[in-house]
């Protein structure tokens, strides 16, 4: 019954920091044997290591999320485009633009 009863139950979520920590003891295993081997090999493997993280972080694509989006062209329409603009008012603080649309009759659904 109690087998059941624990197949039953949701199984625990694995921390990820549980893997950070098996991988960083590993690391440091490997760097120890690789040191005690002889200290030349194991600072020319830590520049190696460095160097090759060096790298691989370069070449690594940046995020395109905190770029400015391109302009609308063709048949494209962005929210902030899609009124006329009755008047424009200098904000009170600096760079700050208030719109304000043109007023009509709004329609509701079908």
Excluded: C, N
């Excluded at 019954?1 to 624990?6: A, L, N, V, Y």
């Excluded at 098996?22 to 830590?46: E, K, P």
């Excluded at 370069?58 to 008047?87: C, F, I, K, L, N």
Aim: hydrophobic share 45%; glycine share 10%; proline share 6%.
């Amino acid at each position: 019954m109690d087998r059941k009863k624990q197949a039953e139950e949701e199984p625990e979520e694995r921390s990820g920091m549980a893997g950070v920590l098996v991988l960083a003891v590993l690391t440091a295993i490997v760097v120890a044997v690789v040191f005690r081997v002889s200290a030349t090999v194991g600072i020319l493997a830590l520049w190696i290591v460095g160097a090759f993280a060096l790298w691989r972080a370069a070449r690594r694509r940046m995020s395109d999320s905190s770029a400015t989006p391109p302009t609308p062209t063709g048949g494209t329409v962005y929210a902030a485009h899609r009124y006329e603009v009755d008047r424009v008012q200098e904000g009170p603080g600096e760079g700050l633009t208030i719109l304000y649309p043109v007023r009509g009759e709004e329609t509701t659904g079908p």
